[in-house]
C-alpha cells in the first residue's frame, strides 16, 4: 500500500472537506420523541466498547423490538441475555465506561446512533422488568446518553442490506460448527455442530 496514509487531522480535512453545519448541529445531548420512537422499534443493535488500555470490541444484541428500555430521556437500559461468556463488552465496561451504540430497523435505512457512559447493574427489580419467558437477563447495562444522532441511509442504500434480493443462499458457506472445528484443532465436526444448534434453540434466554 505504500506511504500513502493519513497521519493529521489536517490531512484528513483536506481529503474530504468540512461537514455541513446540519451534520453537527443534529447531534443531541439527550434522546427526542423520534429517537425514542425508532429505539423502541429497533430489535437489533451493535455495541462498541473498548478496554482501559486495550483493545476495542464491537457486539451485537438482538430481541424482541423494544428490548432495549428507554427509562428517561438520558438512560437506556439494556438487558445482557446469555451468550458465550467472553464477557468482551462488560469486561471492556468495567475499566472504561465509554460506549457507543447503533440502533438498525429491518426495513428501514436510517438509524440512531448513541454514545455515552454505561454501567452494570445486577438490581432484580431492574432485571425482572426486561424478563423473557419469566427468565431476566444476566445483567443490564445502563447506559447514560451524552449524545444521540440521526444517522444517514447511504450505508445501508449501498449495501442493500435489506433488500431481499440480496439475501445469500446460507448453504454456500458451512455451518458455523463446522468453521470452528476447522479452526481449532481437535474439535470433532458433529459435536461442534450440535451444540451449536443446542445453544440456539435452549440459551436464548
Known sequence: MGEHFIDSIEALRAAYGQADQTVWRKSLPCLDQHCRALIEASPFIVIATQRKDGPA???????????????????????DRPGNKRLDSLTNLIGNPRIGIIFMIPGMDETVRINGTARISVDPAVLASMAVKERPPLS???????????????????????????????????????????????LDVKATEEAVLRSNRTELY
Open 57 to 79: 470490541d464491537a457486539s451485537p444484541r438482538g430481541d424482541a423490538p423494544g428490548f432495549v428500555k428507554v427509562a428517561d430521556d438520558k438512560t437506556l437500559l439494556i438487558p
Open 140 to 186: 443490564a447495562i445502563v447506559v447514560t446518553v451524552e449524545e444521540a444522532y440521526l444517522h444517514c441511509a447511504k450505508a445501508f442504500i449501498r449495501s442493500k442490506l435489506w433488500d431481499p434480493a440480496s439475501r445469500i443462499d446460507r448453504s454456500r458457506f458451512p455451518t458455523l460448527g463446522r468453521m470452528i472445528a476447522d479452526q481449532i484443532e481437535g
